[in-house]
């Protein structure tokens, strides 16, 4: 069964980074997945495709700070110098034959 | 510029139906796979079902299966999510999303969210 796992809060000091994690059920270690932000009272914003080999593809208007990593079943959303406004949920998301999937969602606190 | 459009707020009694609405602008609507997120009060997105406006070929999460209908009016490029009998428990904001491509693909552009409450 095709599953997003992701810690339900991570929180990291203004100017910092921060590094989040989803991990991807046994068996489906090579999909690429997408990272979505939700701010407060807001809807979801696409941020990013990030494929298994690490390489990924941002959507428009996305800061370079917002980057993409991976390794094995594991991958990353790294938001560097943080803001402010980063303080948002980070939702994972992947897909399969008919059927897409969202992991639970990090809350993230910027301090 | 792409754009998702949803149809406002909507306020039901149990048992009451439902059709809420989403339009797409600044592409070709029938070439490309929309999907409906499910958001319930304080909880995560999940993921309910897609449909392809050029054929209308549909589908759905095995846990909306038979819950809702996704379909779609190619002619006014609107995709359309419907209930027969709401129940309290799909109070929520729902949002359409569009596939970057194929249907095997992420969630590129989202709609703004229709808030559905469903009280007696």
């Known amino acids: 069964q095709l599953v997003l796992t992701q810690s339900p809060s991570a929180s990291a000091s203004l100017g910092a980074s921060v590094k989040l994690t989803c991990t991807l059920s046994s068996g489906h270690s090579s999909y690429a997945i997408a990272w979505h932000q939700q701010q407060p009272e807001k809807g979801p914003r696409y941020l990013m495709k990030?494929?298994?080999?690490?390489?990924?593809s941002k959507g428009d208007g996305i800061p370079d700070r917002f980057s993409g990593s991976s390794s094995g079943a594991e991958r990353y959303l790294t938001i560097s110098s943080l803001q402010s406004e980063d303080e948002a949920d980070y939702y994972c998301q992947t897909w399969g034959i008919d059927i897409g999937v969202f992991g639970g969602g990090t809350k993230l606190t910027v301090l | 510029e792409v754009q998702l459009v949803q149809s406002g707020a909507e306020v039901r009694k149990p048992g009451e139906s439902l059709k809420i609405s989403c339009k797409g602008s600044?592409?070709?609507?029938?070439?490309?796979?929309i999907g409906w997120v499910r958001q319930m009060p304080g909880k995560g997105l999940e993921w309910m079902g897609i449909?392809?406006?050029?054929?209308?070929?549909?589908r759905y999460s095995p846990s909306f299966q038979g819950q809702v209908t996704i379909s779609a009016d190619k002619s006014i490029s609107t995709a359309y999510l419907q209930w027969s009998t709401l129940k309290a428990s799909d109070t929520a904001i729902y949002y359409c999303?569009?596939?970057?491509?194929?249907?095997?693909?992420?969630?590129?552009?989202w709609g703004q969210g229709t808030l559905v409450t469903v009280s007696s």
């Open positions: 600044g592409y070709t609507f029938t070439n490309y796979w």
């Open positions: 449909i392809y406006p050029g054929d209308s070929d549909t």
């Open positions: 999303a569009r596939h970057d491509a194929s249907n095997s693909s992420p969630f590129v552009y």
């Open positions: 990030l494929y298994s080999d690490g390489s990924h």
